[in-house]
């Protein structure tokens, strides 16, 4: 089993009765029954419930998808997919999983993620937060190099 594959079933076994609530967001029919088809970006954990359709820097990120038919592909204009997995997953409603990439060079901001298969597609968005500071300014002072000392 691969490595993203247990990182997603962990985080969702932990919030199964946490997580439906959150994927019924997703819902691409505006009526109360259950649609035929959705997509998203990650998905919530007991820790952690701001997840879905947020991209995660420095972290595995997973397209999740439900559509009926065959040759799901998940599609996005600042994302790359591999290491499709057929589902189900438990605490997430979808069939199909792919781990996502954000392409080099992307900026913050909102981005689509669709999911296609041979019945139809489905669609939403998701955030892409902008980039932490990684680099410790030039002169800034450092824990452990003495430079705090007085």
Not at 14 to 32: D, F, H, N, V
Not at 80 to 90: A, D, E, H, Q
Request: glycine residues 8%.
């Amino acid at each position: 089993m691969r490595k993203t594959v247990v990182f997603v079933a962990a985080a969702v076994i932990g919030a199964t009765a946490l997580a439906a609530p959150a994927t019924a967001q997703q819902s691409s029919s505006p009526t109360s029954a259950a649609p035929a088809g959705h997509v998203q970006l990650n998905v919530n954990t007991a820790i952690n419930q701001t997840l879905v359709d947020k991209y995660v820097r420095d972290a595995p990120n997973v397209a999740l998808g439900k559509c009926e038919g065959d040759k799901p592909t998940f599609v996005s204009p600042v994302l790359t997919f591999s290491n499709y997995t057929p589902g189900p997953f438990m605490g997430a409603d979808a069939n199909v999983s792919a781990d996502a990439t954000l392409k080099p060079g992307t900026p913050a901001g909102s981005y689509e993620l669709s999911v296609s298969c041979s019945t139809g597609s489905y669609t939403t968005q998701f955030t892409v937060p902008a980039p932490q500071v990684s680099k410790v300014p030039s002169g800034a002072a450092k824990a452990g190099d003495g430079s705090m000392a007085g």
